[in-house]
């Protein structure tokens, strides 16, 4: 597996995965992710405080995506859209990515990120991966999107 910044013609595969996952990517949640790769993709990287990454095999198969963001109303980078094809789950691609995430934070001096998911009946794995691998819950929000889908805040803090 190897791991590269999103490209224009990933974004169907990409979108692909997230409906893969309805109960982590509704409709409103993966309708954001356009809006956010074209900011990406029109400037320069250098320049932009947002990145997205893709995971893909040695066939070329995009298996997995995620990101970061800038929130400016926590002053932390933010984890944004992680997701893996249900058939290459529980191979460390997604750890891949968050690790490979945090690293380049940690890069831009931040000493903490951020990252939201919900938390409505049926994505308790998802509470517990991020758990597994060094977040921390600091906030469980009931009913925050709309009704039974809830926003779960974790934060970790990122070793130097």
């Known amino acids: 597996m190897n791991i590269r910044l999103i490209e224009r013609h990933d974004q169907k595969e990409v979108v692909d995965i997230m409906k893969e996952h309805p109960l982590q990517f509704p409709n409103f949640i993966i309708k954001q992710y356009p809006i ?3 900011s ?5 990287v250098e320049n932009n405080k ?7 095999n040695e066939s070329d198969t995009i298996v997995g995506h995620a990101g970061y963001i800038f929130n400016s109303e926590e002053n932390l980078y933010e984890i944004v859209g992680v997701a893996v ?8 691609i997604g ?4 690790n490979m995430i945090c690293n380049e934070v940690k890069k831009l001096n931040e000493k903490k990120i951020i990252l939201y998911t919900l938390g409505h009946v049926g994505n308790e794995d ?8 060094g977040f921390n819950l600091i906030n469980y929000e009931n009913d925050f999107f709309q009704k039974d889908y809830h926003r779960v805040t974790f934060t970790k803090r990122l070793a130097y």
């Open 95 to 98: 750890k891949a990515l968050i």
């Open 40 to 44: 990406l993709l029109r400037s320069s």
């Open 126 to 133: 998802t509470l517990t991966f991020y758990r597994n691998i």
């Open 50 to 56: 947002s990145r997205f990454y893709v995971a893909y």
């Open 85 to 92: 094809k249900i058939n290459c789950q529980r191979q460390g």
């Open 36 to 38: 956010r790769w074209s």
